[in-house]
C-alpha cells in the first residue's frame, strides 16, 4: 500500500467526522488504505451496510444484528472497486433491511428533509462530499431516491449485470447493486471496474428520445416539472429526437404485484427471524413486510411475477425504437424528516422493468432543495444511457454543494 496525499487518513476521517455528527451517513469506519495504482486510485468509497467489506460486520441496519461478526470477505462488487485502487472508507447507514423504516440519516442540504432510502447514507455520503463514489442497492426506488434527494448522480445498472453474492438480499427477483458518485465520469469509472468482464452491452439503434411522467394523480412540483422541460430542451439540443408522451403503464396494479412479490421473497430470505428472539427487535414496517410475505401462497407470487413479466415486455414493447426515457424519479425534492423515506412508487415500474437508470441532479428548487431529472433505457444498453447522462451532465444547472452545519 503507498501512503495518500492529500487525500490521507486524516483528511478523510475529519472531513467525515465534521459531518457525520450532522448526518449519520456512517454506521462503521474502515482503515483508509490506498491500493497500489488501478483508475479508482486516491477515490474513497463508501458502501451500503448490507454488502460485505472484509473485517467488518454487515448489520443490516438492524438490531436484530448487532452481534454480527466481521465479514470473511469483500462482495465481488466491493473486491472489484478495491482491485481497481479504491479505497473503502466505512459501512452507509441502510434502512432495516433495505426496506421502508426511516434511519436517522439526514439529508445534507437541509438537516430537516430527508436523505431518502433505502440508500440512505451512500446518498448523503456522497452529497457532503466525504466519499467520491458509494455503492448502494436497488429493490423498489432505493438508490434513485436518495440520489434525487441529495443531489448526486445515482446509476442502477440493468438488473442482473452486477453480482449481488455477498449482498443481503431483500427480494432477488429485483435486488440491484447500483452507485451513487458525485459525477457521471465517476460512475462510469466504477461502472467499469465493477461489471463483469465477460458481460457485453448493447450499442444504441438510434438517437430517438421520448420524455413524459406516469399517468398517476400524484401532484407535482412546478418547480420539478421545469426542470424536465429545460432537461427535455437540452437532451434536444444535444441531437436527440424528442417525442413528448405520456408513459403507459398501470403503475398501481404494478405497485401492488410488486410488493407480493417482495415481501413473499423477503419472509423467504428472512423467515427464520419471525421464529427466533429476534422478532422483538425488528422494525415495525419490516416486520409487518415479512409477516404479509410469510401468509402469501406461492401461487399468488407466481402469478404476481407473471403479471409483472408480461407489464415488463408490453412495455419496451411499446417503446420499440426509442433509447431513451427522460422522465422524473419523484415528484417533488426531499420531503421533510415525516416518518418515510420518500415517495417510490414512480421508480417500482422501472425497477420492474428491468433497464438501466441514471438520475442526475438539474440546479435546485425554490425551496434550495436538490431537483433531479432521470433517464432510463432497455436493459443491457447501460453504456449508452451513462454517455447521454454525460453529455446532458455537461449542461446542467448549478446546484451548490451543501454546507458544513456551524
Not at 451513487?180 to 465477460?198: E, G, H, R, T, Y
Not at 427535455?232 to 405520456?246: E, R, S, V, Y
Request: hydrophobic content about 40%; glycine content about 10%.
Amino acid at each position: 500500500m503507498k501512503e495518500r496525499d492529500h487525500k490521507g487518513d486524516t483528511h478523510v476521517l475529519q472531513n467525515l467526522m465534521q459531518w457525520d455528527k450532522h448526518i449519520y451517513a456512517f454506521v462503521s469506519l474502515c482503515k483508509v488504505e490506498a491500493p497500489e495504482g488501478g483508475p479508482l486510485t486516491d477515490l474513497t468509497v463508501g458502501v451500503k451496510d448490507i454488502i460485505d467489506v472484509t473485517g467488518v460486520p454487515t448489520r443490516n441496519g438492524s438490531e436484530a444484528y448487532k452481534d454480527a461478526e466481521p465479514a470473511l470477505q469483500d462482495a465481488p462488487v466491493v473486491a472489484a472497486l478495491r482491485d481497481a485502487g479504491a479505497s473503502i472508507v466505512g459501512k452507509t447507514t441502510t434502512t432495516e433491511f433495505a426496506f421502508t423504516d426511516p434511519t436517522p440519516c439526514r439529508n445534507p442540504h437541509d438537516l430537516t428533509r430527508s436523505p431518502g432510502g433505502s440508500s440512505s447514507g451512500s446518498g448523503a455520503a456522497v452529497a457532503a462530499g466525504v466519499v467520491d463514489i458509494a455503492l448502494g442497492t436497488q429493490t423498489a426506488g432505493s438508490l434513485c431516491r436518495p440520489a434525487a434527494y441529495c443531489g448526486v448522480v445515482g446509476f442502477k445498472p440493468s438488473y442482473g449485470l452486477l453480482p449481488t453474492t455477498g449482498v443481503t438480499p431483500l427480494a432477488a427477483s429485483f435486488d440491484t447493486v447500483g452507485i451513487i458518485a458525485s459525477s457521471v465520469a465517476l460512475v462510469q469509472k466504477s461502472f467499469a471496474a465493477i461489471v463483469p468482464a465477460d458481460v457485453r452491452l448493447s450499442e444504441p439503434s438510434s438517437l430517438k428520445a421520448v420524455t413524459g411522467l406516469w399517468q398517476t394523480d400524484n401532484y407535482v412540483d412546478q418547480d420539478t416539472l421545469a426542470g424536465l422541460q429545460h432537461a427535455a430542451a437540452t437532451l434536444a439540443d444535444l441531437g436527440l429526437h424528442i417525442n413528448n408522451a405520456p408513459l403507459r403503464t398501470d403503475v398501481d396494479a404494478i405497485v401492488k404485484a410488486h410488493r407480493i412479490v417482495m415481501t413473499y421473497e423477503a419472509a423467504t430470505a428472512h423467515r427464520a427471524m419471525l421464529q427466533d428472539a429476534r422478532v422483538d427487535v425488528l422494525k415495525p414496517k419490516f416486520l409487518a413486510g415479512l409477516k404479509a410475505g410469510a401468509k402469501i401462497a406461492p401461487d399468488e407470487a407466481e402469478q404476481a411475477a407473471g403479471f409483472l413479466a408480461d407489464a415488463r415486455q408490453s412495455f419496451w414493447d411499446g417503446i420499440a425504437g426509442t433509447d431513451t426515457v427522460l422522465t422524473l424519479p419523484v415528484p417533488d425534492g426531499a420531503p421533510l424528516i415525516d416518518g418515510t423515506t420518500g415517495y417510490q412508487d414512480w421508480l417500482t415500474p422501472w425497477t420492474v422493468f428491468g433497464g438501466p437508470l441514471v438520475c442526475l441532479p438539474w440546479g435546485p428548487d425554490r425551496l434550495g432543495r436538490p431537483r433531479s431529472v432521470m433517464l432510463a433505457a432497455h436493459p443491457g444498453q447501460d453504456a449508452q444511457i451513462l454517455e447521454t447522462a454525460a453529455g446532458l451532465e455537461q449542461r446542467s444547472p448549478h446546484l451548490p454543494r451543501p454546507q458544513l452545519p456551524a
